[in-house]
């Protein structure tokens, strides 16, 4: 069970963030082509959420009690489609995790990796720990956290030496 | 000035200062309150994170931006020191008349109500040209907890806002004194806690002057 690689891309569709954590996992593939991944990644996520069917759960919003006009609307409005979450190919899986915000994390595991989403999560926490409170941190802009990466690299270590 | 009529006859005399309807002011409130509360660490950070970044505005370099922090922290150092004083039991409220009773209570008392533990260590500089020189050590101090100083700023450290609460203390207690915090993580001996953070309190000569006339006396 190995961690191969985290991508993180702003909801804009840069790439912000681009590690790899295991040697020999993944081929390795010039910054230009990360950039190009993560352009395209993130049209075909656009479009991915379109095409799912969303659920008809807004349909009987004027029929609510009219009593509490804002929170009827809240509760009617349809999830938005969560689009493409996991890819998998014979040697690797390519795990999505889209924030409320749009920003993506993609990590790249082997195939037998369990509970990707928990540690998805926990990379996610971590983003917003040492990148978001971070005051020299400009939104949008690739991360130069040597906080965040000592901290990614250490808990992604204790889950590949698992 | 809508609101100020609700308010009543208090608030409209007084530019500046608003009263709440019932009279009561923060300082109606009882000392002791809040003495044992505790604060989330998160909305902390995004409001230190706020602070250094107004603080950033308009600065000339890295040496303009720690003053700022340091002034920011001044005031809560003077105002904190008379708290924490008479918060302790009535004997020992007198204020600290020694540069070492001083430093045990920044060490002791102020980082314990400020950061919820004691400073790690107190040194004094062993160069004899700097006899004046103190040093209070902290391995990870909370304010920079999520704070990423980036390379072109290598020499700031965020933690000048606490050397600011400090030097204030000192201060406030008559010891006045220049400090600065110093990163000194990741060199030597510094491996395991890269955060690691020298507050280096500089005592004025005329303190010294009468540290020495009391330890005659």
């Not at chain 1, 929170?71 to 998998?88: H, Q």
């Not at chain 1, 990379?123 to 901290?151: H, S, T």
Request: hydrophobic share 40%; proline share 5%; charged share 20%.
């Amino acid at each position: 069970m190995t961690v191969f690689a985290l991508i993180i891309i702003n909801k804009a569709g840069g790439l912000i963030y681009n590690r790899t954590f295991h040697e020999g996992g993944l081929n390795k593939i010039s910054t230009n082509d990360y950039l190009v991944l993560a352009g395209t990644f993130h049209g075909v996520h656009a479009i991915t959420t379109r095409l799912n069917p969303v659920k008809n759960a807004g349909g009987d919003r004027t029929s609510t009690s009219p009593s509490v006009p804002g929170a009827a609307n809240i509760v009617n409005r349809p999830e938005p489609s969560s689009g493409l979450e996991v890819l998998e190919s014979e040697n690797f899986r390519l795990q999505c995790f889209n924030t409320m915000t749009g920003t993506k994390f993609l990590l790249f595991t082997d195939t037998t990796q369990a509970n990707v989403d928990v540690t998805i999560r926990r990379v996610y926490e971590m983003y917003a720990d040492y990148v978001m409170k971070n005051p020299f941190y400009q939104l949008e802009m690739p991360v130069r956290c040597d906080m965040f990466d000592r901290k990614l690299l250490s808990y992604i270590r204790e889950i590949n030496n698992r | 000035m809508a609101h100020m009529g609700a308010t009543g006859k208090t608030g409209s005399k007084e530019p500046g200062l608003r009263y709440p309807a019932n009279g009561k002011t923060i300082f109606h409130r009882p000392l002791n309150r809040s003495k044992t509360s505790e604060l989330s660490q998160a909305s902390f950070a995004y409001l230190f994170s706020e602070m250094v970044s107004y603080a950033q505005k308009r600065v000339t370099g890295i040496a303009d931006l720690e003053k700022r922090l340091n002034l920011q922290g001044h005031p809560i150092g003077l105002k904190l020191l008379d708290l924490l004083l008479i918060r302790e039991p009535l004997r020992s409220q007198s204020r600290p008349l020694n540069i070492i009773a001083l430093l045990h209570f920044i060490k002791g008392n102020l980082w314990t109500h400020l950061f919820g533990r004691q400073a790690d260590r107190l040194e004094k500089s062993s160069n004899p040209d700097t006899p004046d020189e103190y040093m209070i050590i902290d391995n990870e101090p909370l304010v920079n907890a999520y704070v990423s100083v980036p390379k072109e700023m290598s020499q700031l450290n965020c933690a000048a806002f606490v050397a600011g609460i400090v030097e204030g203390v000192c201060d406030g207690a008559a010891f006045p004194a220049r400090v600065t915090a110093h990163t000194v993580g990741g060199k030597e001996e510094g491996e395991m806690w890269p955060g690691k953070t020298v507050f280096l309190v500089k005592f004025q000569p005329e303190v010294l002057e009468r540290e020495a006339l009391i330890g005659k006396s």
